[in-house]
């Protein structure tokens, strides 16, 4: 009997695809395309695990977006595999609802600009899977056993896994964190933007000013304070947490408030909002927490 008869109760893979909701979203809804952007910014843990997968993963699968023409639908395929171009393959792991190009049990290949989300069961818990969990964070709350229990996952917080560089606002945040967890007050200076840090504080305090001068001074003073805490206190430690990024909130296209969950090894859990700010270089992190 396969891990997923014993997890799933003798159902097979392509049930389990078809336990997964059928739900029609606008192309517009927030919180579903950040789902999508998520799951193509962490693609490449994916990928890895699937080249090289640990015992602990045990399931693998990939939804992608299906175009016939006249309408469009997002379907789960199992059994992923890509080529050295990156085209993905895989068979149609649910019935087709809106589709007629392709059928359940279809064996087709794909380009992986239509990948919309990945998924993989590590040690009974669901990596990825980002549009289900879209879909179930757009119910109310006491909905979500019951939801989880209809689709045969168990679903947490999960594991995020950005790449640590500049491209992400979660990126930066990680390389902050591996700033600390080295002890490397430079590097983690070079993860900071103290002039927008200092912008958004004196805008949070109502102070109005003219010309460059005051944000100036209120940059040079954080940066100094940042650089005396770390001397005085020493450094956070994030090694052995387990973290996710549950949320996004765009203010403007520059400036998103992030929310970052720890999972300590105990299963304590810790929630914070941090804002990050791109610039010419990429992401930084402004330490202004909510």
Not at 207 to 216: F, T, V, W
């Amino acid at each position: 009997m396969g891990f997923l008869s014993k997890f799933f109760g003798k159902r097979s893979k392509a049930v389990l695809e078809d336990q997964l909701p059928v739900v029609h979203i606008a192309d517009d809804d927030e919180r579903m395309n950040w789902a999508i952007e998520k799951a193509n910014a962490t693609l490449h843990y994916f990928q890895h695990s699937l080249l090289q997968p640990e015992p602990v993963q045990q399931y693998f699968s990939v939804k992608v977006l299906i175009d016939d023409g006249i309408n469009r639908e997002h379907l789960w395929l199992t059994s992923p595999s890509f080529d050295d171009e990156g085209n993905l393959y895989g068979v149609v792991g649910n019935k087709p609802v809106y589709v007629n190009s392709v059928s359940v049990n279809q064996k087709i290949g794909i380009d992986p600009r239509f990948i919309s989300d990945w998924m993989i069961i590590e040690d009974g818990r669901l990596i990825g899977g980002y549009t289900i969990r879209a879909i179930r964070e757009g119910k109310p709350i006491h909905e979500w056993q019951e939801f989880d229990r209809q689709v045969g996952l168990y679903i947490d917080e999960g594991i995020d896994y950005f790449v640590h560089d500049f491209s992400t606002p979660e990126g930066a945040i990680l390389c902050l964190e591996d700033a600390y967890d080295e002890h490397d007050i430079e590097k983690a200076i070079a993860c900071k933007n103290f002039v927008e840090e200092g912008r958004l504080l004196l805008m949070r305090m109502n102070d109005i000013y003219n010309g460059n001068d005051i944000l100036q001074t209120t940059a040079d003073i954080l940066r100094t304070s940042f650089i005396k805490s770390l001397e005085k206190e020493g450094f956070p430690t994030f090694k052995g947490l387990r973290r996710a990024f549950p949320y996004r909130k765009k203010i403007t296209e520059q400036l998103y408030l992030i929310t970052q969950v720890y999972i300590f090894p105990s299963g304590e859990k810790a929630r914070q909002q941090i804002y990050t700010f791109k610039g010419k270089d990429g992401w930084r992190v402004l330490n202004i927490a909510e």
